[in-house]
C-alpha cells in the first residue's frame, strides 16, 4: 500500500508540472517544451560532406607564376551538395514553376493565405489552349514557321538576399536596408552554343539542348551567376512549403570556394585530383573526366560537348564530374591574393556587385575546368574566375546546404 502510495504521488506531481509547462508558473528553468522536433533533412540527389581540415593551394607547380594559390590550412563546416550539376530536367522544373506562377496570375488564380499574403492558387492544370494565355506566346512576326513557342523574355523571378556583412557592421540600420531583390529572366541563354564559338556550326545546340529529351539528364549551361543564386532562392522556397512541421531548413545556395574544392578533393588530401590519382587516365588509358586532351581533340573522353552529368566514377563522396564537364560557379568573389587575408575558418569572400560596378568587381571563382578546357583546369586546386553577368556553354552549377548542428561521424 505504502508503494502504491509513493507512485500515485510521483504520478500526481509528474501531472502538475506537465500540466503547467504551458504557463510557465512552476518557477523551474525547464525550456520551451512546444517546440517542433528537428530530425534533420536528406534531400533527395545531395550527398553529405563531413566536417574536417584542408591544405588549399597549387595542387602542381605554379606555372603562371601568379602566387594565387598560396598554401593555407583551413577548416570547413559540414554541408550538403549536389551529387550531379543541375541538369536540364531538373532547372526546367524551376523554368516550369515560374511559367506557370505567371499563368496562374494571368489567370487570377489569387487568394489570401491565413497571414493575408496572396499565394497562387494551384489546385488545377492549366489549359494552355485558353485566349487567356496567349499573351504569354509569341505574336504576330516574331513567330517562327508558324510554331506556337512560349515568349521566354516573360520568364522573370524576383528572389531575395539578405546582406549579412552589412547587417553585422552596421546592426542598428534598419533592417530593409541589408535586404536585397533582384528581378532576373531565369531562362537559360541557349544562343551560347553559338555565340562561343567563331566560325562552328553549333546551331543545332542551340536550338535542341535545353529542351530536348536526349539533353534532359546533362548539365544545364548558359546560366549566369545571378541565374544561379535565383534557382537556390526558388528552391529553398519550395522545400519549405512542402515541410509539414514548420521547421525550414538552412537556404540552398552556391558553394564557397573551398566548400567546393573540400568536395572535390573527396577526402583525398593533396591529390590533384578528384579521383584521388596524379594521371588524367588509368592504367588503362581511358582518359577519368570530360575535357580537351589534346588540340583539336574533344571525342577522345567519350563526348564532344558535355556528357550526362553522372558520367564517369564519382569520387570518394559520392560527387560526380567535380573535375571537367562543366565548370561550376561559386559564390566566392574572385581575387588574386584572397588567401593572404581570408580566414582559416569556413573562408569566404563575398561582394555583391551592382550593374553599374567595374568589370573587375563582378568576377567569381568558378572551379573544376569543363568539356573545352586542357587538364590544368581539372585539378582541384586551380582558380579560375568568370563575370557573374556572363553565360557560357561550359559553365553550370550545383547547390550546397550547411549541415545544422554537429554530426557525431564529423570529427570520429
Not at 507512485?7 to 504551458?22: P, Y
Not at 534598419?174 to 529572366?185: A, P, Y
Amino acid at each position: 500500500m505504502k508503494k502504491l502510495l509513493q507512485t500515485l504521488s510521483v504520478l500526481f506531481v509528474m501531472m502538475v508540472i506537465l500540466s503547467s509547462c504551458g504557463t510557465r508558473q512552476n518557477g523551474q528553468l525547464i525550456g520551451v517544451f512546444d517546440r517542433p522536433t528537428w530530425k534533420g533533412i536528406n534531400p533527395y540527389g545531395m550527398v553529405y560532406i563531413p566536417s574536417g581540415t584542408l591544405h588549399i593551394g597549387p595542387s602542381d607547380q605554379d606555372v603562371t607564376s601568379t602566387f594565387i594559390q598560396r598554401p593555407k590550412t583551413i577548416s570547413i563546416q559540414g554541408f550538403y551538395m549536389d551529387d550531379t550539376e543541375i541538369t536540364n530536367n531538373e532547372y526546367r522544373q524551376f523554368v516550369y514553376w515560374v511559367r506557370d506562377s505567371i499563368a496562374h496570375v494571368m489567370m487570377d488564380d489569387i487568394e489570401e493565405d491565413d497571414n493575408g499574403n496572396e499565394r497562387i492558387i494551384w489546385d488545377y492544370e492549366l489549359d494552355w489552349s485558353s485566349e487567356d494565355l496567349e499573351g504569354m506566346f509569341y505574336q504576330g512576326d516574331e513567330k517562327f514557321a508558324g510554331k506556337k513557342e512560349l515568349d521566354v523574355g516573360q520568364l522573370e523571378y524576383e528572389y531575395e538576399w539578405y546582406n549579412w556583412q552589412a547587417a553585422a557592421h552596421n546592426p542598428l540600420a534598419s533592417r530593409t536596408s541589408h535586404i536585397k531583390r533582384d528581378k532576373v529572366l531565369i531562362y537559360p541563354d541557349t544562343l551560347v552554343w553559338v555565340r562561343d564559338f567563331a566560325y562552328s556550326y553549333n546551331e543545332p545546340m542551340t536550338r535542341n539542348y535545353f529542351w530536348h529529351p536526349a539533353f534532359d539528364d546533362y548539365p544545364t549551361v548558359g546560366i549566369d551567376w545571378e541565374m544561379a543564386n535565383a534557382f537556390s532562392f526558388w528552391r529553398t522556397k519550395f522545400w519549405n512549403s512542402y515541410e509539414g512541421n514548420g521547421v525550414s531548413s538552412e537556404d540552398f545556395r552556391l558553394p564557397t570556394e573551398h566548400e567546393w574544392e573540400y568536395a572535390a578533393r573527396g577526402g583525398h588530401e593533396l591529390a590533384p585530383y578528384p579521383w584521388g590519382g596524379y594521371y588524367l587516365r588509368n592504367t588503362k588509358g581511358c582518359l577519368l573526366a570530360n575535357f580537351k586532351p589534346g588540340r583539336g581533340n574533344y571525342p577522345e573522353d567519350g563526348g564532344l560537348y558535355t556528357v550526362k552529368a553522372d558520367a564517369y566514377f564519382p569520387n570518394d563522396y559520392g560527387l560526380y564530374n567535380m573535375a571537367g564537364n562543366v565548370a561550376e560557379w561559386t559564390s566566392t568573389a574572385y581575387h588574386e591574393n584572397s588567401y593572404s587575408f581570408l580566414h582559416d575558418l569556413n573562408p569566404d569572400l563575398k561582394y555583391d556587385a551592382a550593374e553599374d560596378d567595374s568589370d573587375a568587381e563582378k568576377r567569381k571563382v568558378i572551379r573544376g575546368g569543363s568539356w573545352k578546357d586542357i587538364g590544368y583546369f581539372l585539378q582541384t586546386g586551380t582558380r579560375h574566375w568568370e563575370f557573374q553577368d556572363t553565360t557560357k556553354s561550359y559553365i553550370g552549377f550545383r547547390c550546397a546546404l550547411t549541415f545544422l548542428g554537429r554530426s557525431v561521424n564529423d570529427f570520429n
